[in-house]
């Protein structure tokens, strides 16, 4: 089974700010990876799949990069909508297709 | 609109059995792969099944294989989630969830908004 390792576990930026939150594989996934942003109380929302396409209606401040076994989500500049738990998923190598555990992302 | 709405949901003891529906509307529901998503309470997402289009394969989790079964009815764009043997562990919000692509599992683009699960004596 792949486990995916998300950091770092919480962050903390102001508005204005950049992001950047990393998901690294156990076992190389190719660019087999998606990206959810998961607001409290609320279901997931697909936010990038393939590791840099971006879903449909998601603004351009996100973006995802990387393959193999690293790779990143990067929020431009923040705002305070943005504000979740942010969990990335493979899909390379499955059942299962794991996600990992997890940044929540505070906006101050 | 794509909606997916999960209902089924239930306090019951472990041992015990429970079944989940989950209602399509708002797309062609015979051309997607669907999945059941859990996620327990302050925890983060754990995938538990997928169905393919037609029902003939199905897939688990490890945690869940042998007492979750997962099933489909095209014609009345709904999806099942038969949980038997349920544990404490198995306490969580379920998800139903979509494929983005009708040929390939890509993402999951669309997710109702969970039926609560609790085992507890």
Known sequence: ???????????????????????????????????????????????????????????????????????????????????????????????????????????K | EVQLVESGGAVVQPGGSLRLSCVASGFTFEDYTMHWVRQAPGKGLEWVSLITLDGGSTFYADSVRGRFTISRDNNKNSLYLEMNSLRAEDTALYYCAKDLETTVTTGLSDWGQGTLVTVSS
């Open chain 1, 1 to 107: 089974e792949i486990v995916l390792t998300q950091s770092p576990a919480t962050l903390s930026l102001s508005p204005g700010e950049r992001a950047t939150l990393s998901c690294r594989a156990s076992q190389s996934v190719s660019s087999y990876l998606a990206w959810y942003q998961q607001k409290r109380g609320q279901a997931p929302r697909l936010l990038i799949y393939d590791a840099s396409k971006r879903a449909t209606g998601i603004a351009a401040r996100f973006s995802g990069s990387g393959s193999g076994t690293d790779f990143t989500l990067t929020i431009s500049s923040l705002e305070p909508d943005d504000s979740a738990v942010y969990y990335c998923q493979q899909r390379s190598n499955w059942p299962p297709y794991s996600f990992g555990q997890g940044t929540k992302l505070e906006i």
